[in-house]
Each structure stands twice: as C-alpha cells, then as structure tokens.
C-alpha cells in the first residue's frame, strides 16, 4: 500500500512500520500493551482518509472526528469535538505514551483548535485540513501543544 503525503511517499510495510526512501520511518512500538498496539493499528488505518470540516466517516473527516472513529473501532465513545475531547481526557499528569491523545491551541486564547493521537517517537497521526489523515512528526506543531489526554484504553471492549 502506499501513502502520499505532501512531497514524501510513504511506503506502508507488512510489518506496520512507514519507510520512506527505503528507510525505517515508523513503526509501532513493540513494548506497547495490546490496547495501545491497537488504537495505533486503527489510527493508522485512517492515513489517506481525505479532510472535510465536520466529517466523521472513513470517507472524510476532520481531526476530531478522526479520533472520535479509531476510539469508536475498540469500543470507546469519544466525546465529537476537539474540545469536548479535551476536556474529558486532558491531565496535567499525563506524561505521553503512544495510543494517547495530544491537544493544541493556536490562538493565544480560546477553544481547543485540534487534536491527534501521539504515535510515540515524536510522531502525530491525526486529520490535516491540507492533507487529510497523515503520520508526521511534531517539528511543526510542538509550539501549539496545550496538554496531552488518556483515554480509557485499558477499559475498551474487545471487537
């Protein structure tokens, strides 16, 4: 399967890892528990899945509504916005591991603007209005992280 992603070409690999140019760019984590292992799985299911502001299908969707279906796919209601799903879930004790969800604010003051699911290694997979569902590091949006979010993974219904 291959994924394009602005000017980079991600080859997606048997093995769940992204190599690009012919070198390892992702993979998931080995040491994750199951639960975590899998919201990745799901999330990086979505990569490709065109933008639309207020989408929430498999066809189109937006940043939340991203999350809203990879945490729906194991069993976990998520709340529809950005900021609804933060303020459900963020905590200032959250140290980030892969599976849990990252928050941003781009004003200075306000609402929570967007939000994605950390895939460890300084990775985001979440909803670009650009480029729609991508994996990508952090480079660029690491000024705008306003907290990080767990959801109950441990607690998911198994499929």
Same mark, same amino acid.
């Given at each position: 399967?291959?994924?394009?992603?602005?000017?980079?070409? !991600?080859?997606?690999?048997?093995?769940? @890892?992204?190599?690009?140019?012919?070198?390892?760019?992702?993979?998931?984590?080995?040491?994750?528990?199951?639960?975590?292992?899998?919201? !990745?799985?799901? *999330? !990086?299911?979505?990569?490709?899945?065109? /933008?639309?502001?207020?989408?929430?299908?498999?066809?189109?969707?937006?940043?939340? @509504?991203?999350?809203?279906?990879? /945490?729906?796919?194991? @069993?976990?209601?998520?709340?529809?916005? *950005?900021?609804?799903?933060?303020?459900?879930? *963020?905590?200032?004790?959250?140290?980030?591991?892969?599976?849990? !969800?990252?928050?941003?604010?781009? *004003?200075?003051? @306000?609402?929570?603007?967007?939000?994605?699911?950390?895939?460890?290694?300084?990775?985001?997979?979440?909803?670009?209005?650009?480029?729609?569902?991508?994996?990508?590091?952090?480079?660029?949006?690491?000024?705008?992280?306003?907290?990080?979010?767990?959801?109950?993974?441990?607690?998911?219904?198994?499929?």
């Amino acid at each position: 399967m291959l994924f394009v992603s602005g000017c980079s070409v !991600l080859l997606k690999t048997p093995t769940n @890892g992204f190599v690009k140019n012919g070198m390892p760019l992702y993979s998931i984590p080995e040491y994750l528990e199951p639960e975590r292992k899998i919201v !990745l799985e799901e *999330a !990086l299911k979505f990569i490709g899945t065109p /933008y639309c502001h207020g989408g929430k299908t498999p066809f189109c969707s937006d940043c939340s @509504g991203f999350v809203l279906q990879v /945490y729906r796919k194991i @069993g976990i209601k998520a709340p529809r916005t *950005a900021h609804d799903q933060y303020l459900s879930y *963020a905590s200032e004790d959250v140290i980030p591991e892969p599976g849990d !969800l990252i928050f941003f604010r781009y *004003a200075e003051q @306000g609402k929570i603007a967007h939000v994605g699911i950390y895939a460890g290694e300084d990775y985001i997979i979440h909803a670009s209005e650009k480029k729609g569902v991508i994996l990508t590091t952090l480079d660029y949006m690491r000024k705008h992280i306003v907290g990080y979010g767990r959801m109950p993974i441990q607690e998911f219904s198994s499929k």
